[in-house]
């Protein structure tokens, strides 16, 4: 029997891929950062409109994917960027390391650019060019998502400062006349989850209504630049028609307060996946080592015959 026994399992191991006992790491999917590398494509073009002076610009961005990653739909990321609307880019390195970060969660994110105003000339303009850019990035993701492999049902976007200001109206003014002509018409701009950080809607808090998107907002009570009252006036507003809004305010601390990412992150993390994520599907854990399941059989099969 014990030569059998043998015979057995050196067939198994002759069956087994090489790679079949490799070590992956344990995590939940979204949550812990399950992949070590990532791969980057810089430049994407997603769409093309007229900047200040009247000429047409490719509108571009950097994508970012776990790599090694067989998953068919996986959620996705677009984050962008501050610079008071005049100034920021999306290879600014705070705004890399989130994107890095978040793909080695499993994520896909994009970093993009959007048009920008001249220095000492920004008006409200500037953030409806940036809201129509930034809605042209979700229509084309939603344009190209066998592409790319996008759950279209799970696509955030995340702010800073203008960007957060970009983020929030592309959330949360969903009328058609806010869709702007940057590109990939045809196609639904609405997200699934908004991350605020410093930023406001200003006149427009009013456009958030029953239904939409929850929102995450990380501000500082003695912002000079976006005043704390903007993420007040947006909490405020959520209570009242039922939008999910989770509000930290960072006692003391002016604006964008990068210095704190170690505390904040997790905020976003934890978010994410509870509001996006979680609620749409059930947790993925990674084993410590996946087994193809014929061999689990045979294996089985083997002990039932030690044991007889």
Known sequence: MKGVIAFLIAIILLLIPYNAFAIKPIGIRYKHEIFSRVDITKDVVYGQNYDFTGKLVELKMDVYEPHGDNENQRALIIF????????????????????????????????????????????????????????????????????????????????????????????????????????????????????????????????????????????????????????????????????????????????APWQMIEDFLPWIVNFLYAKMIKVKSKDKRIPFIELPYFLLIILVRILCLRKS
């Open 80 to 255: 962008i960027h501050g610079g008071g609307f005049t100034g920021g880019d999306k290879a600014s390195r705070q705004w890399v390391e989130m994107c890095t970060t978040f793909a080695k969660r499993g994520y896909v994110t994009a970093s993009i650019n959007y048009r920008l105003q001249p220095k000492g000339n920004v008006t409200a303009k500037a953030i409806t060019q940036a809201m129509h850019d930034a809605k042209a990035a979700v229509r084309y993701f939603r344009a190209y998502a066998s592409q790319w492999r996008i759950d279209e049902e799970k696509i955030a976007l995340v702010g800073g400062s203008a960007g957060a200001i970009t983020a929030l109206h592309a959330t949360y003014l969903t009328e058609p006349e806010y869709e702007g002509n940057s590109g990939n018409e045809g196609y639904s701009s609405n997200v699934s989850a908004c991350v605020d950080l410093w930023g406001g809607l200003y006149d427009n808090v009013s456009k958030i209504d029953a239904g939409e998107a929850p929102v995450l907002i990380i501000h500082g009570t003695e912002d000079k630049a976006v005043p704390f009252s903007e993420a007040l006036n947006i909490s405020k507003r959520c209570e009242e028609v039922g939008v999910y809004c989770e509000l930290h305010a960072l006692e003391g601390k002016g604006h």
